[in-house]
């Protein structure tokens, strides 16, 4: 049965919101598993789930237009696992969260597809069209930021995570359910 890991990092609660909506996006796909794993715990056996696991979603907020600096730590932490290159051939995929629509996220996707390729990882993309980018458009369509290279989300820098969009959630949740379904498809 393949095995999807969530691996995220969230200040203030609002990425880890995003992370929960991956994991049941995975979760909804019948024969795989999913487990969320925060960086904030990267004990041994959080190592040792990395290991097993067929696919790893990579997930942290934007900070200063890169992923937060407690990702980064775990992305220089997995230099380890890069020298045998441990996780070759596993499926990678990204999220990524800020408080403006732009607000230069991107570049944490890219940071985390860098990080999959020298893994020498395979890099599944977000597979939506964008949403909201025409006069019928609407903030609740899926995908509304309108990225490809993963799922982004857009929190109001004055709200809590329990006001984040639906429409980002289900965004999210589609990631999940993508990574998760591919996995089904490379482990046949
Ligand atoms: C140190 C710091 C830097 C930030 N830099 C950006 C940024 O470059 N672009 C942006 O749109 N939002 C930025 N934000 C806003 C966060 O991305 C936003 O509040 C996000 O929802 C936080 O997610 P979290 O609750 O998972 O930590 C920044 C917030 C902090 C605390």
Redesign the pocket.
Known sequence: MPHVAVVY????????R?AEAVLAGAQSVAGVEAKLLSVAEADDGFWADLAAADAIVFGA??????V?AKFKEFMDASSKPWFTQAWKNKLAAGFT????Q????LNSLIQMMVLANQHGMIWVSLGLPPGNNSSKGSPDDLNRIGSYSGAMA??N?DQG?DAMLESDLKTAAHLGRRIAETALKFKN
């Open positions: 990092h969230s200040g203030y609660g609002h990425t880890a995003q907020p934007t900070y200063m237009g890169s937060s969260n800020s408080a403006s732009s607000g230069d996220k857009q929190s820098s995570a």
